[in-house]
């Protein structure tokens, strides 16, 4: 879709936390969530939302985006037409970078700083180049793209699909997160679908004790779903 063509409306973005605004549902994205976060470097959109006006007044109000962070393959929807506008650097986990052929993008292996308030980490399983977003704001926050989604209750859960890349990969990327926060470092995430299943919160909270509450025994037997 080219920039000319854009549709004209969704709802405005809402805000999250402070400096933190999340998108609405992106059709082209099998209804994934976007996320705006305000930095004191610049701003840091994490996936692709609608591409409409009523973003790009809103990225045009906030000023614009200075880095685009692709969570899994299946957000890059819109990528071309964001760069063009903000000329913003695009960060994807370099098992990904194929799928954006003739883009200057910046791939990264295991982590990857964009900024001393901001840090990317890969976390492969739902895809081979699946990653979350951190930060160490509101006593921390994680963006967890497709890797772990709430569930009916609210809980963060990595979800076996049809179209799972890894299933074990992704059980042990959630063991890494378990391994690698505490309740003190961990206290929001920002998934990047479901919301709907938050009844209302803004994001899972307290993020840490219900990640470290998971079976992750059962899971490991999961069959896959749809």
């Known amino acids: 879709m080219s920039v000319a063509a854009r549709p004209a409306a969704t709802k405005p973005p809402r805000p999250v936390l402070s400096d933190i605004w999340a998108f609405a549902p992106n059709r082209d994205a099998l209804g994934g969530t976007a996320y705006l976060l305000q930095t004191a470097d610049g701003n840091l959109l994490i996936d692709c939302p609608t591409w409409d006006d009523t973003t790009c007044q809103f990225l045009s109000e906030q000023g614009g985006v ?126 990047g679908a479901n919301l709907g299943f938050l009844r209302g919160q803004p994001t899972v909270t307290p993020a840490y004790e219900k990640l470290a509450a998971l079976d992750l025994t059962t899971l490991r037997t999961q069959p896959p779903g749809l």
């Not at 081979?128 to 497709?146: E, N, T």
């Not at 990595?158 to 003190?184: A, G």
Request: aromatic share 8%; with cysteine; charged share 20%.
């Open 66 to 191: 200075r880095w685009l962070v692709l969570t899994h393959r299946g957000a890059i929807a819109h990528v071309a037409e964001l760069h063009k506008t903000y000329d913003c650097d695009i960060l994807i986990q370099e098992q990904e970078a194929y799928l954006l052929p003739g883009l200057p993008v910046t791939p990264f292996q295991q982590e990857h700083e964009i900024s001393p308030t901001a840090q990317v980490i890969w976390t492969p399983g739902h895809s081979p180049g699946s990653a979350c977003v951190y930060i160490p704001m509101h006593g921390g926050v994680l963006f967890s793209g497709r890797h772990l989604l709430p569930d009916r209750q609210g809980n963060p859960v990595p979800l076996r699909l049809s179209k799972t890349f890894h299933w074990p990969r992704q059980i042990r990327s959630v063991e890494k997160l378990r391994d690698r926060f505490s309740p003190d470092t961990l206290q929001h995430l920002c998934p």
